[in-house]
């Protein structure tokens, strides 16, 4: 399941941030987007997620199988661990979460409200949401924030394994995961000039 | 599909999930009313029905901006956008957690707290009846005003001010069956315009709060 997108500019409130972003993500393979901050990583990764529309350009491969990933976990504080995780299978349509656990240390905490876990084993809980839904296209918006480096080798050896498998994943990220295998994308050249919107929202900008 | 229910079910259950909110607001505004317009129970009984469906539509009024704006703020309303759901079926699901329950313990609620209003025994299947028919509209509407107003913070205000028009109709219709129940008269006409209300609400607004959400999370 192949992810392409052609010559797409993306908008963040309206005004253009990127633009003629063209990449390919075959099966099996990661990239990762490199830029400062600002130039709208995010934004790209919210497009290609098919949370907003591009403004220009196109982007191929099926929805359905990207799985999207950003800085908010979707974690419900007052359920626990395994009921959070269960409930994001049975929306996908699953029911084995044992795997999402074991692949990120999660089982002792299994029975713990997840208001009670701490930054990263949230974060760590986050991305298992990504195992339990099988879906072979991960997005991920810097999946390494608040982690140790314990557990972003954790988070590491759970993508070398979605790769294994066939799956890929595009994420935005500023630290070195060691994952050597993965295509580096620098935003930097593809950032928009200051360009005039010709439509009906220009009057409330 | 039902996953979303029950979860939803499962967090207004637990600790801060706003269960009793609006059921302890219901009780407290018609405790109060009493107390207000003074010992007179000729009054209150006259009263009764149009008070007990504005405290109704008050304590749904309380808990819409829940309905969204939780999920919106832990990230998983964009989760549930791009999963495997159809976003009508999504909204109108958050409706009909919001009516378990917000409405339906209203609904439950209102013949006991009509003694305290001194309403007419006659009344009291009328009221019911009304109150059945017309807390889900209160719940889809608001559902849709929520959808509206997610992702501005503290909406609460805007929701309300969104909202309360489209709320009129129901609680004409739902109060003047109620009344017309209370003073013995013939109430089936109202109770149909409402069900009417209802039943177009139902079918119609969901899609509308979709397309609004699609908008609003852009």
Same mark, same amino acid.
């Not at chain 1, 557990?151 to 994420?171: N, P, Y």
């Not at chain 2, 559902?143 to 969104?162: D, P, Q």
């Given at each position: 399941?192949?992810?392409?997108?052609?010559?797409?500019?993306?908008?963040?409130?309206?005004? @253009? %941030?990127?633009?003629?972003?063209? $990449?390919?993500?075959?099966?099996?393979?990661?990239?990762?987007?490199?830029?400062?901050?600002?130039?709208?990583?995010?934004?790209?990764?919210?497009?290609?997620?098919? $949370?907003?529309? /591009?403004?220009? +350009?196109?982007?191929?491969?099926?929805?359905?199988?990207?799985?999207?990933? +950003?800085?908010?976990?979707?974690?419900?504080?007052?359920?626990?661990?395994?009921?959070?995780?269960?409930?994001?299978?049975?929306?996908?349509?699953?029911?084995?979460?044992?795997?999402?656990?074991?692949?990120?240390?999660?089982?002792?905490?299994?029975?713990?409200?997840? +208001?009670?876990?701490?930054?990263?084993?949230?974060?760590?809980?986050?991305?298992?949401?990504?195992?339990?839904?099988?879906?072979?296209?991960?997005?991920?918006?810097?999946?390494?924030?608040?982690?140790?480096?314990?557990?972003?080798?954790?988070?590491?050896? @759970?993508?070398?394994?979605?790769?294994?498998?066939?799956?890929?994943?595009?994420?935005?990220?500023?630290?070195?995961?060691?994952?050597?295998?993965?295509?580096?994308?620098?935003?930097? /050249?593809?950032?928009?000039?200051?360009?005039?919107?010709?439509?009906?929202?220009?009057?409330?900008? | 599909?039902?996953?979303?229910? %029950?979860?939803?079910?499962?967090?207004?259950?637990?600790?801060?999930?706003?269960?009793?909110?609006?059921?302890?607001?219901?009780?407290? %505004?018609?405790?109060?009313?009493?107390?207000?317009?003074?010992?007179?129970?000729?009054?209150?009984?006259?009263?009764?029905? +149009?008070?007990?469906?504005?405290?109704? !539509?008050?304590?749904?009024?309380?808990?819409?901006?829940?309905?969204?704006?939780?999920?919106?703020?832990?990230?998983?309303?964009?989760?549930?956008?791009?999963?495997?759901?159809? !976003?009508?079926?999504?909204?109108?699901?958050?409706?009909?957690?919001?009516?378990?329950?917000?409405?339906?313990?209203?609904?439950?609620?209102?013949?006991?707290?009509?003694?305290?209003?001194? !309403?007419?025994?006659?009344?009291? %299947?009328?009221?019911?009846?009304?109150?059945?028919?017309?807390? /889900?509209?209160?719940?889809?509407?608001?559902?849709?005003?929520?959808?509206?107003?997610?992702?501005?913070?503290?909406?609460?205000?805007?929701?309300?001010?969104?909202?309360?028009?489209?709320?009129?109709?129901?609680?004409?219709?739902?109060?003047?069956?109620?009344?017309?129940?209370?003073?013995?008269?013939?109430?089936?006409? /109202?109770?149909?315009?409402?069900?009417?209300?209802?039943?177009?609400?139902?079918?119609?607004?969901?899609?509308?709060?979709?397309?609004?959400?699609?908008?609003?999370?852009?």
């Amino acid at each position: 399941m192949s992810l392409q997108a052609y010559d797409i500019t993306v908008a963040r409130g309206g005004i @253009a %941030v990127l633009e003629g972003v063209s $990449l390919t993500l075959k099966p099996g393979k990661a990239i990762v987007l490199r830029g400062p901050n600002g130039i709208g990583k995010t934004t790209l990764l919210r497009t290609i997620a098919g $949370l907003q529309s /591009p403004l220009r +350009g196109r982007i191929e491969g099926a929805a359905e199988s990207r799985v999207y990933a +950003g800085h908010a976990d979707g974690i419900k504080p007052t359920l626990t661990v395994g009921e959070n995780l269960a409930f994001w299978a049975a929306v996908f349509g699953r029911s084995n979460i044992s795997a999402a656990l074991t692949a990120f240390h999660l089982e002792p905490l299994a029975a713990r409200p997840a +208001g009670a876990l701490s930054a990263g084993q949230k974060r760590r809980l986050g991305l298992a949401r990504l195992l339990v839904t099988g879906r072979p296209v991960w997005v991920l918006d810097e999946p390494t924030v608040s982690l140790d480096l314990q557990a972003v080798d954790m988070f590491a050896a @759970a993508v070398r394994v979605h790769l294994a498998q066939g799956g890929s994943a595009l994420m935005a990220s500023h630290i070195d995961m060691g994952l050597d295998e993965a295509d580096v994308l620098d935003l930097a /050249p593809y950032r928009a000039r200051a360009t005039a919107l010709h439509d009906f929202d220009e009057a409330f900008l | 599909m039902i996953a979303l229910l %029950v979860r939803d079910l499962r967090l207004a259950m637990r600790a801060g999930g706003g269960f009793g909110l609006g059921l302890s607001f219901f009780l407290i %505004v018609v405790v109060l009313v009493p107390f207000a317009v003074g010992p007179r129970p000729d009054l209150h009984a006259s009263i009764a029905a +149009g008070i007990l469906w504005l405290g109704a !539509l008050l304590a749904c009024l309380l808990s819409l901006d829940r309905i969204f704006a939780l999920d919106w703020e832990d990230g998983s309303l964009d989760l549930l956008v791009t999963a495997p759901l159809p !976003l009508e079926g999504v909204v109108s699901l958050k409706a009909l957690a919001h009516w378990l329950t917000t409405g339906l313990p209203l609904v439950l609620a209102a013949p006991v707290l009509a003694v305290l209003l001194n !309403l007419p025994t006659a009344g009291v %299947v009328p009221l019911i009846g009304s109150l059945a028919l017309g807390t /889900p509209a209160l719940s889809v509407i608001g559902t849709f005003g929520a959808a509206l107003t997610v992702g501005i913070k503290r909406g609460g205000l805007l929701l309300s001010l969104l909202v309360l028009p489209l709320y009129v109709p129901v609680l004409i219709f739902g109060a003047e069956a109620a009344r017309r129940g209370a003073e013995g008269q013939d109430y089936m006409t /109202p109770l149909m315009m409402l069900a009417g209300i209802t039943c177009g609400t139902i079918a119609l607004l969901p899609f509308a709060s979709a397309a609004v959400l699609r908008v609003t999370l852009r």
